[in-house]
C-alpha cells in the first residue's frame, strides 16, 4: 500500500488566495483526519471524518477553512481566503476503526507559507 | 480540559549515549498512550501503545514506561544514534466516543556523533 498521500507538497500562495490541499486515504480505512502542526500550537485536530461524515470539527479555525470527502477515498481542505496566519503544515492521517487501539497513519503533509 | 505536556523541549546528546523524555497528561478517562517519532518533514509515525494495565513496552533500543496512577510516562532511548534525531510526541487516547488523541507538543532531539 502507498500509505496516505497528500499533495501538493509544498504550497506557497499569497494573501487572500484560495489554497486546495487534498488526501488519498490508505485503502479501507474509514477514518480520517486533518491536523495542522506549527511550532507554536503542535498538532492540532482540525476536523475527523467517519464513513466520508464529518463527526467533529470543532477545530476548524473559523469559516474560512472547509472540508469535505466525497468518497471513501478522497478528501480535500480549503482556505478561502488564506491568511499569513494559515502558514503550517498541514496533515492528513487515516485509520481503520475497530475501537480504541486502532492505528493511525500520517501522510507526509503538505508545507503551506501563505505570503 | 484534556491536555498533555513534554519535557524538556528540546534535548542535545552524543551518539551512544541514553536519554528519557517525559510526558504528563490530564486526559480522562484514559485509554492508551502512544509515543509517535516525527522525522523532519514527514508525518509522524507510531513507536508504542500502551494501554492502562501496561507499564512497561519496548520496541527496539525505545522503551516507554506508564504510571496510570501519576498520570506520567517516559520514553527512553538506548545507545542513540544520529537516525535518532526527530521529534517524538506524546499522544493520549480518552476513551468513549471517537477516541481523538490529544497531542503533546514533542520533543527535539538532536544526536550529535
Known amino acids: 500500500d502507498a500509505g496516505v498521500i497528500q499533495s501538493p507538497r509544498h504550497e506557497v500562495t499569497e494573501m487572500g488566495q484560495e489554497v486546495t490541499l487534498r488526501c488519498k486515504p490508505i485503502?479501507?480505512?474509514?477514518?480520517l483526519f486533518w491536523y495542522r502542526q506549527t511550532m507554536m500550537r503542535g498538532l492540532e485536530l482540525l476536523i475527523y471524518?467517519?464513513?466520508?461524515?464529518?463527526?467533529?470539527d470543532s477545530g476548524m479555525p473559523e469559516d474560512r477553512f472547509s472540508a469535505k470527502m466525497p468518497n471513501a477515498s478522497f478528501s480535500t481542505l480549503k482556505i478561502q481566503p488564506s491568511e499569513p496566519r494559515d502558514s503550517a503544515v498541514y496533515f492528513c492521517?487515516?485509520?481503520?476503526?475497530?475501537?480504541?487501539?486502532?492505528?493511525?497513519?500520517f501522510g507526509p503533509g503538505t508545507r503551506l507559507t501563505v505570503t | 480540559k484534556n491536555q498533555v505536556e513534554q519535557s524538556p523541549q528540546s534535548l542535545i546528546i552524543l551518539e551512544g549515549k541514553n536519554c528519557t523524555l517525559q510526558?504528563?497528561?490530564?486526559?480522562?478517562?484514559?485509554?492508551?498512550l502512544r509515543w509517535y517519532k516525527q522525522d523532519t518533514g514527514r508525518g509522524p509515525v507510531s513507536l508504542t501503545i500502551?494501554?492502562?494495565?501496561?507499564n512497561t513496552k519496548s520496541n527496539g533500543r525505545y522503551t516507554a514506561t506508564l504510571d496510570a496512577d501519576t498520570k506520567q510516562s517516559s520514553l527512553h532511548i538506548t545507545a542513540s544514534q544520529l537516525s535518532d534525531s526527530a521529534s517524538y510526541i506524546c499522544?493520549?487516547?480518552?476513551?468513549?466516543?471517537?477516541?481523538?488523541?490529544?497531542f503533546g507538543r514533542g520533543t527535539s532531539l538532536i544526536v550529535h556523533p
Open positions: 492521517a487515516s485509520r481503520y476503526d475497530r475501537g480504541e487501539y486502532y492505528e493511525q497513519y
Open positions: 485503502s479501507g480505512h474509514n477514518s
Open positions: 471524518f467517519n464513513n466520508n461524515v464529518p463527526i467533529d
Open positions: 510526558c504528563n497528561y490530564t486526559v480522562s478517562p484514559f485509554s492508551n
Open positions: 500502551m494501554t492502562f494495565s501496561e
Open positions: 499522544v493520549v487516547i480518552a476513551s468513549g466516543g471517537s477516541y481523538i488523541p490529544t
